[in-house]
C-alpha cells in the first residue's frame, strides 16, 4: 500500500502574497473608511475615500510585491551564475563541497560521494542550487506572479468592507464596516491557515485582532480631527 503525504511548501509564494493583499486590502479600506467617518464626513465623501484607498493600494502592492520579489530573483540569479562559473572552473571541488555538505547532514562519505556524483551527472547547477544555496523550485521568486495575486487579492479584499459602506445607512457605517470587515479577516485568516495547513483559530484571531487594532487607532485619528476641524 503506498503512501503519499500532502504537503503545502509548493503554495508558500502565491499564498504569502495572496494573503497579504487581502489581508491589507480589509484592514486599510476598513480603517480609511472608519477615519474618514469618524471625522463626520458625509457618505459620499467616505465612499470616495474608500474607492480612491482601493485604486492606489491595489497599485501600490502589485508595485511593492512586485519590485521586492524582483530583488530577491536578481540575487538568487547572482548566485546562481557564480554557482555555474565554478563549476566550469573547478568541477571535482565542486563535487566535494556538495559531498561534504551530505556528509555534514549525516550520511555516511562514501555514499556522500556517490550520492554527489550522480546528481551531479544529472544535474550539476540544480544540485548546488538546492543543497548549497538552498534555492530549490518551490521557492524561486516570481515577481509577476507576487504583483498580480497580491493586487487582486487586494482589490478583492478592499472591496468588501466598500460595499457594506455603500449598502448601510450613515449613521451605522462606522459600526457595521468594523464588525463586517472583522468577520471578513477572521474568514480569511481561517482559510489561509486551512491552505498552509496550520491552525484555523490561531490564523483567524492572528488576523483579526491587528485588524481590529488597526481600525481603533484609525477612529481615533478621525475624532481627533474632526473634533478640530
Aim: proline share 2%; hydrophobic share 55%.
Amino acid at each position: 500500500m503506498s503512501h503519499e503525504e500532502i504537503h503545502r511548501s509548493h503554495r508558500v509564494g502565491w499564498l504569502r502574497a495572496a494573503v497579504l493583499g487581502a489581508n491589507d486590502g480589509i484592514v486599510s479600506t476598513a480603517s480609511l473608511i472608519i477615519g474618514v467617518a469618524a471625522a463626520s464626513t458625509a457618505q459620499e465623501g467616505v465612499l470616495l475615500a474608500g474607492v480612491a484607498g482601493l485604486v492606489a493600494g491595489a497599485m501600490s502592492m502589485a508595485a511593492g510585491e512586485y519590485v521586492s520579489v524582483s530583488s530577491q530573483a536578481d540575487t538568487e540569479n547572482a548566485d546562481l551564475a557564480i554557482e555555474q562559473r565554478s563549476l566550469e572552473d573547478d568541477f571535482e571541488s565542486e563535487k566535494v563541497e556538495l559531498a561534504r555538505i551530505y556528509e555534514g547532514r549525516g550520511v555516511e562519505p562514501v555514499l556522500a560521494h556517490q550520492v554527489a556524483e550522480q546528481l551531479m551527472a544529472y544535474d550539476a547547477l540544480g544540485a548546488h542550487a538546492r543543497d548549497e544555496i538552498g534555492i530549490s523550485d518551490n521557492g524561486t521568486a516570481r515577481p509577476i506572479q507576487a504583483a498580480l495575486s497580491s493586487a487582486g487579492t487586494f482589490t478583492i479584499g478592499a472591496a468588501l468592507p466598500l460595499v457594506v459602506a455603500w449598502a448601510v445607512p450613515r449613521s451605522l457605517l462606522m459600526i457595521l464596516v468594523a464588525l463586517f470587515s472583522l468577520a471578513f479577516l477572521a474568514l480569511l485568516g481561517a482559510i489561509a491557515a486551512r491552505a498552509g495547513g496550520a491552525s484555523i483559530t490561531t490564523g483567524a484571531i492572528r488576523v483579526t485582532f491587528w485588524g481590529a487594532l488597526a481600525m481603533a487607532l484609525t477612529a481615533g485619528v478621525g475624532q481627533v480631527f474632526g473634533v478640530v476641524a
